[in-house]
């Protein structure tokens, strides 16, 4: 690592502006980066010694305000990984190492401090699924820029950058995704551009923005980017994969990553063919220099490539870019700490437009309400009906075991029920919040009030339907209401430990798969397969982290009340050795809902803990 600059000849820290330019951007950004390494670290075997491959060979570059560069390079080159660096989206790990200098307008800069400077698109196009992109531009416009620009200068700055990215025709249409048909991927990919540039940045930085398009729609996206660069005097970089000769042509300048980390070629697009004519190969007739630097870099063995001299421009290159960018003679650094976004928007402001946001995706997501209701319905229904009128009396022990299974099996169905759809739902959502988090849209507090506050009545009516379908039909004692309210703590509590698995999962798949993991062993504390009393007291902590248990305590006390079990001697003995097996003691009913208030908050907040860990370190 190198060693850090003095504090005076660091760049500025981003301004909190209304276009969020730093004094450092101010006019037009040149950006350039020279001693770039990345070499990723392998473990010590009993055979061998640690070893670590370069993927970055001191790797240079220069861009200037007004221009669209490309990064070009065979697949596993490094594009990706180098793209990233300079946006500060990756730093140095255990299991990674990166050095060079990397600076904005000659001045050298910390990438992850300059990190909010830089509007980065990602190759996945990360947006909600019901959102438009109108909604979608006027939701980052709105948070992410600052209070100097007036509501109806943000609107004004939508409707341009829809008409810029061909958008208007389908600005009302939801994004959808790989299951709900929505915009094209084309409209998708100007979505996520236009979500970044509606903040009106000076550098842009994009990963694979034409991969998953058509020629056409490909085509029309770098056209999009050049007019952005020229426009709005942008400086513009992107990582592309065997652009087509129309598209290459579009590019200013190229940087060519070729084997071994080594930069093969940096510089105007039209010279890349002279540079491989000069170094012994040259350029078959009608053929695109792109295409030709790619097949000599994957066909020539490296050694020949090297004593051509084909990578020797690069060091000229990259001697005189070390003499314009040390004059001061300064060290360079990669910091290795941790991401804080700039966030322009007060709590209050993030909370409304990510609540209004969660109201819409959920009654935009008309098969979530049917699977959420109708599964809630049917099994209900189900267990009404096999459980007939199995609360109405409690004499027999028979009679007092299926009224306690009735309610257990119900208890059961809405820990499932109520866990299922956070846990199907959020680990597609996480994606899009680590990037808004990543590019200062909002923090975690708002995100999380916001997703509580629909959360909250959504799993009350669910509580109430699931209610509706089985009280009548058991025919439970308690009191209607109570067990309305107990069942509905029982969702917001599962509902958290569901959010909790989907902020440590990157999709469905694993969040299924650990589901059972957290679920099933709350079927142990629940006392309906072995009491309490059986379980090992060294295991017997586990409870604590149970909401199916203590809300099982409670609706045991509204169920079995003194009315009940004082019924006739036998139904009261059975209540006694119910609650004795279990440890229940309605002298501790408000410290029932006091666990499950903690559990419901604890498993909130360790999700919010996770999200921004992850958010703030690699992204
Ligand atoms: N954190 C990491 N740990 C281990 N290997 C890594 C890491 N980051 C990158 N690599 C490796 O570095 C190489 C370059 O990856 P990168 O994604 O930058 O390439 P790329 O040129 O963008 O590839 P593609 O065009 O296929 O997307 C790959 O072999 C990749 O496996």
Request: glycine share 8%; net charge neutral; charged share 15%.
């Amino acid at each position: 690592m190198a060693t850090q600059p003095t504090a005076s000849k660091r760049a500025p820290p981003a301004a909190s502006n209304g276009n969020r330019r730093s004094s450092v951007l101010a006019s037009g950004t040149k950006f350039s980066w020279s001693d770039v390494s990345f070499s990723v670290n392998h473990k010590k075997t009993k055979s061998s010694e640690k070893t670590s491959t370069k993927i970055l060979d001191n790797a240079y570059g220069s861009l200037e305000p007004g221009t669209l560069t490309a990064i070009l390079g065979p697949s596993g080159s490094g594009k990706s990984s180098l793209l990233n660096i300079l946006a500060g989206r990756i730093t140095s790990s255990s299991s990674t190492s990166i050095t060079g200098k990397i600076s904005v307008n000659s001045v050298l800069v910390d990438p992850v401090s300059n990190r909010a400077n830089v509007a980065y698109v990602l190759q996945d196009d990360c947006l909600p699924k019901t959102t438009t992109p109108l909604e979608a531009l006027l939701f980052s416009a709105s948070l992410r820029l600052g209070v100097k620009v007036t509501k109806s200068e943000k609107e004004e700055r939508v409707n341009a950058m829809l008409e810029e990215l061909g958008l208007i025709d389908c600005q009302n249409t939801l994004v959808g995704d790989a299951l709900t048909k929505g915009i094209s991927g084309g409209e998708r990919k100007r979505t996520s551009i236009g979500v970044e540039l509606v903040t009106s940045p000076d550098l842009i930085f994009l990963d694979e923005p034409t991969s998953g398009l058509d020629s056409y729609a490909a085509w029309k996206c770098v056209l999009t980017l050049k007019k952005i660069s020229v426009d709005d005097n942008a400086t513009v970089l992107a990582t592309i994969h065997q652009p087509s000769s129309e598209i290459f042509q579009q590019f200013d300048n190229v940087i060519v990553l070729g084997k071994l980390g080594l930069v093969l070629y940096s510089g105007p697009v039209p010279k890349l063919a002279s540079h491989l004519s000069t170094h012994g190969y040259p350029l078959p007739f009608e053929t695109n220099p792109s295409d030709h630097a790619l097949f000599v870099i994957m066909t020539q063995p490296i050694t020949e490539q090297i004593s051509n001299g084909l990578y020797d421009k690069a060091v000229v290159d990259k001697h005189d870019l070390e003499k314009t960018e040390t004059e001061e003679s300064v060290e360079g650094y990669i910091n290795e700490g941790v991401y804080v976004p700039l966030i322009e928007a007060s709590f209050f402001k993030q909370f409304r437009w990510l609540l209004k946001r969660e109201c819409r995706s959920v009654y935009r997501d008309v098969g979530g309400l049917l699977g959420r209701f109708g599964g809630t319905i049917f099994l209900n229904l189900l267990f009404g009906l096999i459980f007939l009128n199995a609360g109405k009396t409690s004499t027999s022990p028979v009679d007092f075991n299926n009224h306690f299974g009735a309610l257990t099996l119900v208890t059961i169905s809405a820990m499932f029920g109520t866990a299922s759809p956070a846990l199907l739902q959020f680990p597609s959502e996480r994606p899009v919040f680590l990037r808004e988090y990543s590019t200062g849209t909002y923090t975690v507090m708002p995100y999380l009030a916001s997703k509580m506050a629909v959360e909250l009545p959504l799993l009350f009516v669910q509580a109430l339907v699931q209610t509706l379908c089985v009280y009548f039909l058991i025919g439970f004692q308690g009191n209607f209401g109570l067990l309305v309210t107990a069942w509905w703590a029982l969702g917001l509590a599962s509902n958290s430990v569901a959010i909790a698995v989907g902020c440590t999962v990157t999709n469905v798949k694993d969040a299924a798969e650990l589901t059972p993991l957290v679920f099933v062993p709350q079927l142990l504390f629940s006392g309906f397969f072995v009491s309490i009393s059986s379980i090992p007291v060294w295991l017997r902590w586990a409870q604590w982290l149970c909401s199916l248990k203590y809300t099982l305590n409670l609706l045991l006390l509204i169920e079995f009340s003194p009315d009940v079990c004082s019924e006739n001697s036998e139904t009261e003995s059975n209540c006694n050795s119910l609650f004795a097996r279990n440890d229940i003691s309605s002298d501790l009913i408000w410290f029932y809902v006091l666990v499950l208030c903690g559990l419901f908050l604890g498993f909130r907040l360790l999700g919010g803990f996770l999200l921004v860990k992850r958010a703030r370190t690699v992204f």
